[in-house]
């Protein structure tokens, strides 16, 4: 079985700072790890992914993704935030032979200006 | 590229009757579409996988005669809720994948909320 956790319902930044949205999996196998944002009423927007190779992973929107395999741990990060940023963030595996992703609970994030 | 459109965006009907909800790939072939159920504040939970051209595979838990799912085409899968019920409001989301890969993510639908009334 896989699954993820995503152990803060809601992450709370002001705008500028750094960004951390904590995620960490179980899977059989290889992972294959996703980040997505959700706006209100829509559905997800795929912001990146780890399949293999380096590390920190870099995606859409000047987010990017630290990969560790000690700690099957998949952070999301940004170094300055916005207030656009503001959103439901959810992660994701995929394991070996399984198609289909297995979302964590979701975090949302909060931006104040 | 890599495009899902879902519609309707939002459908309220009366208990009793049935919704479909239609799921299309814009510029790419999917031959493997998933739908998803996401409850207010929670997460997306996998209902079933749609494979073009043979029965779906539904997760465990998961009524198939109440949520029927047809995948006619690589670009048209559609989920019906038959005889809804007001525990059936939800938000629905279909994905697709463009590539038999299993590191190729999944591009979303826009997703259906559903209010049964």
């Known amino acids: 079985a896989q699954s993820v956790a995503q152990p803060e319902d809601q992450v709370n930044v002001a705008e500028g700072n750094p960004l951390t949205v904590k995620c960490t999996y179980s899977?059989?196998?290889?992972?294959?790890l996703f980040w997505y944002v959700q706006y209100p009423n829509r559905g997800l927007q795929f912001l990146l992914k780890?399949?293999?190779?380096?590390?920190l992973v870099k995606g859409s929107y000047g987010f990017e993704a630290e990969f560790n395999k000690s700690q099957t741990s998949f952070h999301l990060k940004k170094p300055s935030a916005l207030v656009s940023d503001s959103a439901l963030y959810f992660c994701a595996v995929r394991g070996t032979g399984r198609r289909a992703l297995t979302f964590g609970s979701g975090t949302r994030l909060q931006v104040q200006p | 590229g890599a495009v899902v459109s879902q519609h309707p965006s939002w459908v309220i009907c009366k208990s009793g009757t049935s919704v479909k909800i239609e799921c299309r790939s814009l510029?790419?072939?999917?031959?493997?579409m998933f739908w998803y159920r996401q409850f207010p504040k929670q997460s997306l939970m996998l209902m079933a996988t749609s494979n073009e051209g043979s029965k779906a595979t539904y997760e465990q838990g998961v009524e198939k005669d109440k949520f029927l799912i047809n995948h006619a085409s690589l670009t048209l899968s559609t989920l019906t809720v038959t005889s809804a019920h007001p525990e059936d409001s939800s938000f629905y989301i279909c994905s697709a994948t463009y590539r038999d890969s299993n590191n190729s993510p999944l591009h979303f639908g826009n997703g259906t909320r559903l209010t049964v009334t």
């Open positions: 510029d790419f072939q999917a031959t493997t």
């Open positions: 780890y399949i293999t190779g380096d590390n």
């Open positions: 899977v059989s196998g290889n992972p294959y």
